[in-house]
């Protein structure tokens, strides 16, 4: 594994050879800035700074250029004017910079963005609508089986499973649309931070090369965080089971605590891995590896950005679904007295008004958590690892992160 750390952005040849065959040349960080270029660089980390640049939820701005220390996070070294060729200023993101630059692409790139977006969340949509139509038509209905005190068990086990199967399918069918938004609108994210636009095709012939390893890394991901949930669990359910109902109680709630603290530890720990797979060119466990490093020192931090993300995608869905759900209910002839109770019937008018709600909501949401993890990968390594200099002279800024003559860098 290599834990060096390299973007090669797309179109671009693996970081450790050069177009020619021939091993890539140390420049110091002297030399003079290559003209711009079409492509982005296929290195966008040589240079590494002495230190971490900015802990915490958010950097401010640079001082001004020629005053030491006008920089609280960077100390005594003299920082240039942010640049700002794309959706985002290169320098250390808040958190506000990194929601804003998601919203941006969709703006910026809307035909792109929504494009992808709007076909996958239909795919998505139509297989989810389908497997609900036809699964829940013919199993007991489980909102009639909660009105019902005394269930007998053979209805209970046909509703459940017929929720599990069309639970199953549904889970199916999203990663497999969510390994595809996720993997193009990487992409087109990596070029809007330089200014540059993709198309949709474009955005395919990049990633295409990584859909397995992503699609690997989407269903082994969950994996870990259910195993972590169940080693939770597992010595409370064995000890309830044995009959010692107090103990495995406690037990159990305890297991779950803990197994919840461990999944979200977990998730927190590997969610820059899908794009250092997209964008690194790195296998699954790679990915995995490289995540860590950079969440290393900032878990806290990664995580209240991805639980933030989280939380807006969750309110603009149900901003977006309630009125679908709404209008379903009442054109399925239930009234809206169904909708106030949670219990609607599963028809194929109320099912199609939900599946044309999920589909704009999806639509909406895509974008927003695509754009957000990769930002936040890139604000990690811009931190950690001064890929802003990388990216300035990618987009054809010369000078950037240069110390200016009168207050040259300290050491120097």
């Known amino acids: 594994m290599n834990d060096s750390p390299g973007w090669v952005p797309p179109g671009s040849p693996p970081p450790d050879r050069s177009p020619d065959g021939e091993e890539p040349a140390k420049g110091s960080g002297s030399a003079p800035s290559p003209p711009p270029t079409s492509d982005p660089p296929r290195n966008w980390s040589a240079q590494q700074p002495p230190a971490q640049r900015g802990p915490g939820w958010g950097a401010p701005p640079p001082g001004p250029p020629g005053r030491p220390g006008g920089d609280q996070w960077g100390g005594y070294w003299n920082q240039p004017p942010v640049a700002k060729p794309g959706i985002i200023p290169l320098r250390p993101l808040g958190v506000g910079e990194i929601l804003d630059g998601a919203v941006s692409t969709m703006r910026a790139h809307w035909r ?21 139509g036809l699964w829940l038509s013919e199993a007991s209905d489980l909102n009639a089986l909660a009105r019902d005190p005394q269930p007998s068990p053979d209805e209970l086990m046909d509703a459940m499973t017929g929720s599990l199967q069309v639970s199953g399918v549904r889970a199916l069918v999203e990663t497999l649309g969510t390994v595809f938004a996720t993997a193009l609108l990487t992409v087109v994210i990596s070029r809007a931070v330089l200014g540059r636009g993709v198309s949709v095709g474009d955005a395919w012939r990049e990633s295409r090369p990584q859909l397995l390893r992503l699609l690997g890394l989407l269903f082994l991901l969950p994996l870990l965080v259910a195993l972590a949930m169940f080693a939770g669990t597992a010595p409370g359910g064995v000890i309830l089971a044995a009959g010692l109902r107090p103990l495995g109680i406690a037990l159990l709630l305890v297991g779950m605590l803990a197994g919840l603290v461990a999944a979200v530890w977990i998730w927190v720990r590997f969610s820059l891995a899908a794009p250092a797979l997209m964008l690194e060119k790195q296998g699954v466990i790679s990915a995995m590896r490289r995540s860590a490093k950079l969440v290393r020192g900032s878990w806290w931090r990664v995580f209240g950005v991805q639980l933030l993300a989280t939380i807006l995608v969750v309110i603009v869905a149900s901003v977006i679904q309630m009125p679908a759900t709404l209008i379903g209910t009442v054109v399925s002839g239930q009234g809206v007295s169904a909708f106030a109770e949670a219990a609607p019937t599963m028809s194929w008018s109320y099912l199609i008004a939900v599946g044309i709600g999920a589909v704009i909501a999806s639509t909406v949401t895509f974008p927003i958590r695509a754009g957000v993890t990769a930002l936040l990968y890139l604000d990690m390594r811009i931190r950690r690892e001064a890929l802003d200099l990388e990216l300035a002279r990618a987009a054809g800024i010369s000078g950037y992160g240069e110390p200016t003559s009168d207050h040259p860098t300290p050491g120097s």
């Open 112 to 132: 792109t963005v929504l494009g992808i977006s709007l076909a996958v969340a239909v795919v998505v949509q139509c297989a989810a609508t389908i497997a609900n």
